[in-house]
């Protein structure tokens, strides 16, 4: 979630031209017509989950053999501009697409999405996680399927833990505290801080009490103490170099430097357990050295970020049935069942969790009841464009010498430009 980062601020003008081209915005609700045509279906999903996906969508038109799907793999950082841009031109958008949880509500009111309400895509709807069917729903209708939900966990290198004679840590001072003798006794640095992006800021927030706003008050709370706090504690994590960071490209780096054994932890969610054993320090025999544990806690909390993936449909599809049946076979229990096993991912089905290859997958025995503790981000329109601000403090303060007060109160300046109407 997964996470990412935000688009910036939405411009009003798309808002109209989605409402003149996306097509009737209540056709989404059509469940007549044949399974046949083609399907552009747009996944968003990493390097290391990509040809599971793939392959899912070919088995789908085994069953629908009238149907050409029609797969491209779209990067995830550049999925959601790439996406208002066809959607907003009425050119090259797709018929169905992997959707980040904190996109639906802002591609709904631009226009771009079907209600799926009353069509076949919202099978048995009843089966998903309230958790995550939560973020499919904008202004009373919904827009989405739920595939995969997630948080965000430590992932640790027990031989180097082992070595260094040092626990798990629960929270960051524990970690911190630990950091010289990791480092001594393993010449790994003990954590990779994932700076570049902002969806991993939330966890030290939480840890400190704080959230980005209180929706219900329609207040900016991302510049209150908790906010400064969080901010510090990364920066003096990077500082007193019991972790490492990057401005840029820190899935990548990170991920490579804990498969290599250069860092002994890494704040990472269930997407990324398959990628993290293809390295030397995790493949084969040695899968059993991957360790997950909670998030550490910071000074006053602890929690991680619910996130997830969903598939939406266009509104503007010329092939309406055929992108909600195939809408429906992704996110069914099967795949769900599937993913699971061959990438560990978290199912949003409750059913899927009663399966015993699923409940007794080591993965999802950790992260199924940290989904359960994850805090919800409001899911407003707005949402995903609050990430950037926050990308752009977390930078300052770990790259530009700002002061953790400074960014945080520009942070919140910037949060007040884009939603009117909080204080």
């Known amino acids: 979630m997964r996470r990412g980062i935000g688009a910036t601020a939405l411009i009003a003008g798309l808002a109209l031209a989605a409402t003149a081209c996306g097509g009737d915005p209540e056709g989404g609700n059509s469940a007549g017509g044949k399974v046949e045509g083609t399907v552009t279906y747009w996944d968003t999903s990493n390097e290391g989950e990509k040809d599971t996906y793939r392959k899912i969508a070919e088995d789908f038109e085994r069953e629908h053999p009238k149907v050409d799907v029609k797969y491209v793999h779209v990067n ?3 999925a959601n501009q790439k996406f208002k841009n066809a959607a ?3 050119s090259g958008a797709p018929d169905v697409m992997r959707t980040e949880v904190a996109w639906v509500a802002d591609f709904a009111r631009l226009g771009y999405l079907a209600p799926l309400d009353g069509t076949p895509a919202l ?12 973020s499919t729903r904008f202004e009373g209708k919904t827009y989405a399927v739920p595939q995969v939900t997630d948080t965000l966990g430590l992932f640790y ?3 180097l833990l082992k070595k260094a004679g040092v626990r798990v840590p629960e929270s960051f001072a524990e970690l911190k505290k630990n950091a010289g003798k990791i480092k001594d006794r393993t010449g790994a640095t003990a954590l990779y801080l994932r700076g570049d992006d902002p969806y991993w800021f939330l966890p030290y927030l939480y840890g400190e009490g704080g959230d980005l706003i209180d929706a219900k008050r329609k207040k900016v709370t991302v510049d209150d103490e908790p906010g400064v706090r969080a901010l510090a504690t990364m920066k003096d994590l990077v500082e007193s170099k019991a972790a490492v960071t990057d401005s840029s490209d820190g899935q990548e780096n990170g991920i490579k430097a804990f498969q290599d054994g250069k860092v002994v932890m890494i704040v990472d969610g ?4 398959a990628f993290a054993r293809q390295g030397e320090e995790f493949e084969g025999g040695r899968k059993d050295n991957l360790g997950v544990a909670p998030v550490p806690a910071g000074s006053r909390a602890q929690g991680s970020p619910q996130g997830g993936w969903n598939l939406s449909v266009y509104a503007g599809s010329k092939n309406l049935r055929a992108a909600q049946e195939f809408a429906k076979y992704m996110s069914s229990a099967e795949v769900q069942a599937r993913t699971t096993k061959e990438l560990s991912l978290l199912p949003t089905r409750k059913s899927v969790y009663e399966r015993p290859a699923v409940r007794d997958n080591e993965m999802v025995r950790f992260f199924r009841p940290a989904v359960g503790k994850a805090v919800q981000r409001p899911w407003i329109a707005e949402g995903n464009s609050l990430f950037e601000p926050i990308r752009v403090g977390v930078d300052g303060v770990l790259a530009g010498g700002k002061s953790p007060e400074a960014a945080a109160r520009k942070t919140g300046d910037e949060f007040r430009k884009l939603l009117k109407d909080y204080e």
């Open 123 to 134: 099978d048995t709807m009843s089966d998903h996680l309230a958790t995550a069917a939560g």
């Open 270 to 273: 269930p997407w990324d357990i």
């Open 88 to 90: 907003g031109g009425n």
């Open 157 to 159: 290198n027990k031989r």
């Open 76 to 78: 995830f950082g550049d």
